[in-house]
């Protein structure tokens, strides 16, 4: 390996120019239609181009270029009696800055990003100065590049509405935010009673639309929703669950035990009884044989109309698990062995570091150890009379594989990307449940033993330290493990669940199809977090959504959130204004704390204050180029390269992704391939360094700062690693060692 100073290679660059490395993913979202009734006026203007970011409420919509990562270019004003901007800033304008500064930080494009996604750069700073403008007069002044031109530069002054600080306590005790809570309930009540989209007196926005806002409105604590909320819950009386009915009705069994359950709970209204027996029983019949593991439709309802399976969503199981909670909580019936299996698989989806779930649990779809989770196949019998069920598609076989012939297995097939090995479809004849199926001759064939692995249960807290990017489900295995009296284990994993969503608060909305799902329910699973410090952090970031999103004519509007998810994001059709509207109604409402989900039945919520700033967010991490990382990479390795030869590493235990234990590292081998010894079992492990995780490249470039604790240049290099993370804290202490030079210098790599 080549002896090289530690950043020679790096520092090379500084004077070869600096350009943005991040790469234009098409146009997406910007060319994407965003049916809103609200922005008619746009629509008719910009025809399908017109799903923008939201400035606020100042009026203006704007697009971020992937070259101009620090600018905010104006792509449509609102001409509206109610628009800040109309007649002061133009289509074409490029903002620079408010409020005397300009924008110091660039925008991040994509998800799964270092120290996660969500509104950094120039949105991000531009909050801080909406909140400051609008705690004091309402001025808000924007440094603009008029037309484009950057020969020239004005500042504007917009007038928009002083309405106040958000205390350092929000959402508690918080006048701004019990203000802002009415005013997004009003907002809802107005559009339900329209006839805007719909008939009169029905909430937009599919199942998820239509459950957020009745909670939202139910955790609001004002009266005067109490009547429109009633009406609601009445229709729900009525209510009876089958099974074996069609549509995507598993979102919406657990959507309804939600609501029932937070409306009983609220109001013991006795004529909901039935219609939660009824759910409560139908539950396990949604899944197969009460496993826990569903999908868009019942189990019951795939058999009987020959449908084909459709993979594992986590979020359903969760939703359901919630809803029980809900139940148990009221001392009604609910199926237990249910619960327990839901519960089961988060545990199987959880690490030390964090509750991982992305779509499905951990275990639902794949291959899990030796354990075959979740098999089916789909066989055809030549003796179509035999298996039968006795009752029709749908029922279970009482004699199982038994007797049933000779068979051809038509699903899965090689064909078929969900192909499965088979294998244990003899060796477990005697185990596996039959079902049949419509078709003739047709029968589905489960794998009933061992369904899964068990994890063991939590006897201690985890110590959480990584996010995820589909948060929902994560978020409602917080809520559904901490609602009311549970076992300890159950505590500690519903904590865990709680601060995987706090630590991720730019990933909120970045999950799969629904992001006002992610949002909501990654609010009021953070929301449940023991770390007092971690949960003002997220709050604090999580005002950026409520100061950007709020519309000059009326409730929030959805953001483009990850800016590179194309075609996976049904709320720009589904709710584009009533679902963003019931997020931030329900993170405000919980300083009311009226439901369970919203923190009902605890001790008034400890969380530390925001710090006193003099004006906008505290420092968002800088954007490195992209065209630096292999340098850095090289540089790094070279560096630990340099400490094996000398035999110079140092036995300091760590934890990396990749391995479950703490590991020591042991020797570099060549320029790419690690060894990592296990502090337990003395285990040895390779791993290639591009297979670590940014946040495992962080860590060894702190370990080689630490070695090494005179040399300016591994303190400037760790801190580079650190930036990129996000953890700009830490990034600041190690750039502090390496001196005023160094430091400087390092001001020019980043955009």
């Not at 800040?84 to 304008?93: T, V």
């Not at 009633?230 to 995507?248: C, I, L, Q, T, V």
């Not at 709020?550 to 998810?565: A, K, M, S, V, Y």
Request: with cysteine; net charge positive; proline share 5%.
């Amino acid at each position: 390996m080549k002896n090289h100073t530690y950043l020679t290679l790096l520092f090379s660059l500084f004077f070869m120019g600096s350009s943005s490395a991040i790469m234009e993913r098409g146009d997406y979202p910007w060319t994407t239609t965003l049916r809103s009734f609200y922005d008619q006026e746009m629509t008719k203007e910009l025809g399908d181009v017109r799903w923008l970011l939201n400035l606020g409420p100042t009026g203006i919509r704007a697009r971020i270029y992937p070259d101009k990562p620090d600018e905010l270019v104006v792509k449509y004003v609102f001409q509206d009696a109610r628009s800040p901007a109309k007649g002061l800033i133009n289509i074409g304008d490029i903002i620079i800055g408010a409020n005397g500064k300009k924008f110091k930080t660039s925008h991040r494009f994509g998800r799964n990003l270092s120290g996660g996604g969500g509104w950094d750069g120039p949105m991000l700073e531009l909050a801080g100065h909406l909140e400051d403008s609008q705690g004091k007069d309402g001025k808000l002044e924007l440094i603009i590049h008029p037309g484009g031109s950057k020969t020239t530069q004005e500042t504007v002054a917009l007038q928009l509405r002083p309405v106040g600080r958000f205390a350092p306590t929000f959402p508690y005790n918080c006048e701004r935010s019990s203000m802002m809570l009415e005013e997004l309930c009003d907002f809802m009540v107005m559009d339900y009673e329209s006839s805007n989209w719909k008939k009169a007196n029905a909430f937009y926005g599919g199942p998820h639309g239509h459950a957020h806002q009745l909670l939202a409105l139910m955790g609001s604590g004002i009266p005067k929703y109490d009547r429109l909320v009633k009406e609601n819950m009445s229709k729900y009386h009525g209510k009876r669950y089958d099974p074996a009915g069609g549509g995507f009705a598993m979102w919406g069994w657990g959507f309804d035990a939600i609501v029932m359950g937070e409306y009983y709970l609220l109001t013991q209204d006795r004529k909901l009884k039935p219609a939660m027996e009824s759910l409560a029983l139908a539950m396990p019949q949604g899944c197969h044989n009460g496993d826990g593991i569903y999908t868009h439709r019942s189990q019951i309802n795939l058999r009987v109309t020959g449908r084909k399976p459709y993979a594992s969503i986590a979020a359903i199981s969760g939703l359901q698990m919630v809803g029980m909670s809900l139940f148990r909580e009221a001392e009604l019936p609910f199926d237990e062995r249910l619960y327990s299996n839901i519960h089961q698989h988060y545990l199987n989806s959880t690490s030390p570091e964090a509750v991982n779930i992305a779509y499905a649990f951990g275990n639902a779809d794949r291959l899990n150890n030796a354990d075959i989770s979740h098999r089916h196949a789909i066989i055809q019998l030549v003796d179509h009379k035999q298996g039968l069920s006795g009752r029709g598609p749908g029922y279970i076989c009482p004699t199982g594989m038994d007797g049933i012939g000779e068979y051809e297995v038509v699903w899965p097939t090689k064909a078929d990307p969900r192909w499965k090995p088979l294998d244990w479809l003899e060796k477990e004849a005697g185990t596996n449940i039959l079902t049949e199926h419509k078709g003739d001759g047709l029968r589905r064939v489960d794998r009933n033993s061992p369904r899964y692995k068990v994890a063991p249960e939590p006897t201690k807290a985890y110590k959480t330290s990584k996010t995820g990017t589909h948060l929902a489900p994560v978020g409602m295995g917080a809520v559904a493990h901490l609602i009311g009296s549970q076992p300890e284990s159950w505590q500690h994993l519903g904590n865990h669940a709680a601060n995987t969503c706090v630590i991720g608060p730019g990933n909120g909305f970045d999950g799969h199809a629904a992001s006002n799902l992610h949002g909501f329910w990654s609010v009021v699973g953070a929301a449940r977090s023991d770390q007092p410090k971690k949960l003002r952090e997220y709050f604090d970031y999580m005002k950026t959504f409520l100061i950007l999103s709020e519309t000059h004519n009326g409730g929030l509007i959805l953001q483009p959130w990850g800016r590179d998810r194309p075609n996976c994001n049904s709320d720009i059709s589904y709710g584009p204004r009533t679902l963003p509207t019931a997020t931030g109604a329900i993170l405000l409402g919980l300083g009311k704390q009226k439901l369970r989900i919203t923190g009902s039945g605890l001790a008034s919520k400890t969380v530390a204050t925001s710090p006193t700033k003099k004006q906008g967010f505290g420092r968002t991490a800088r954007i490195l180029p992209e065209k630096y990382f292999p340098l850095l990479d090289k540089a790094l390795l070279n560096a630990l390269g340099e400490l094996s030869l000398n035999g110079d590493l140092k036995a300091l235990p760590m934890t990396i992704t990749k391995v479950e234990t703490k590991v020591l590292l042991t020797k570099v081998e060549s320029d790419t391939t690690l060894i990592f010894e296990s502090t337990t079992n003395k285990k040895q492990t390779s791993i290639l360094y591009k297979e670590l995780a940014l946040e495992d490249q962080a860590l060894l470039s702190r370990l080689v700062a630490r070695i090494r604790p005179a040399s300016k240049d591994a303190q400037a290099y760790a801190g580079v690693f650190m930036e990129r993370t996000g953890d700009t804290k830490t990034a600041d202490q190690y750039f502090q060692k390496s001196g005023t030079e160094l430091r400087q210098q390092i001001e020019g790599l980043f955009e």
